[in-house]
């Protein structure tokens, strides 16, 4: 499976942006990670294969919104109300071992990351 992310930028704090993350083939679930510099990569929402099941870190509850559409198995992260500290590289990653989880060795296929720099 290939993981091809896309729609990082640079924006201001309080703004928008959605990421997109296209896979070339089916997986059990799919997630978005984040590192930033000097930090350890984060887990930062998941979703399972249908869709049905949604989790978030507590950092951007409320604020973050993952969606899937399995036709095209792709998956979406809309972001709002983006915070400086949501600066990192975003990475979509994919499973075909478990279908949902929030730690990084669930995921077994990774995408080669996005900006998402926001500023103050």
């Known amino acids: 499976v290939q993981l091809q992310a896309s729609g990082g930028g640079l924006v201001q704090a309080g703004g928008s942006l959605r990421l997109s993350c296209a896979a070339s083939?089916?997986?059990?679930?799919m997630a978005w990670f984040r590192q930033a510099p000097g930090k350890e990569r984060e887990f930062v929402t998941g979703?399972?294969?249908?869709?049905?099941?949604?989790y978030y870190a507590d950092s951007v509850k409320g604020r973050f919104t993952i969606s899937r559409d399995s036709t095209l198995n792709t998956v979406y992260l809309q972001m709002n109300n983006l915070k400086p500290e949501d600066t990192a590289v975003y990475y979509c990653?994919?499973?075909?071992?478990?279908?949902?989880?929030?730690?990084?060795?669930?995921?077994?296929?990774w995408g080669q990351g996005t900006q998402v720099t926001v500023s103050s």
């Open positions: 990653a994919a499973s075909t071992l478990y279908t949902s989880g929030r730690a990084i060795d669930h995921y077994n296929y």
């Open positions: 083939g089916r997986t059990y679930s």
């Open positions: 979703i399972s294969w249908t869709g049905s099941s949604t």
